[in-house]
Nanobody
Framework: QVQLVESGGGLVQAGGSLRLSCAAS????????MGWFRQAPGKEREFVAV????????DYADSVKGRFTISRDNAKNTVYLQMNSLKPEDTAVYYC?????????????????WGQGTQVTVSS
């Protein structure tokens, strides 16, 4: 069982930055691929970024590529999402998720564990 707790959300002006954190419980954090997803009001949850279990490989949605960076610290059982050049369309609840796998899944249904989400609001 893995428990995930996100933090770092908030209100920011367009062009600003935020760093989200996701703290995981358990002793096998380094065996899990970690993903970030987001859900805007009235929309389905969508993939944002994923990092493999070692931290050596990442993938991003086209909409955030070049602006967001996912990273992890396995010693601290934490995954991060650095968000720069934020846009109003980035406004959403952001969720982290974990999957016990060598690969970098991008589909929501591939993930086994989810956090409760953290709200990010970008004002224009």
């Amino acid at each position: 069982q893995v428990q995930l707790v996100e933090s770092g959300g908030g209100l920011v002006q367009a062009g600003g930055s935020l760093r989200l954190s996701c703290a995981a419980s358990g002793r096998t954090f380094s065996s899990y691929a970690m993903g970030w997803f987001r859900q805007a009001p009235g929309k389905e949850r969508e993939f944002v970024a994923v990092i493999n279990r070692s931290g050596g490989s990442t993938d991003y949605a086209d909409s955030v590529k070049g602006r967001f960076t996912i990273s992890r610290d396995n010693a601290k059982n934490t995954v991060y999402l650095q968000m720069n050049s934020l846009k109003p369309e980035d406004t959403a609840v952001y969720y982290c998720a974990a999957r016990y796998t060598y690969f970098r899944p991008q589909r929501e249904k591939e993930y086994d564990y989810w956090g409760q989400g953290t709200q990010v609001t970008v004002s224009s």
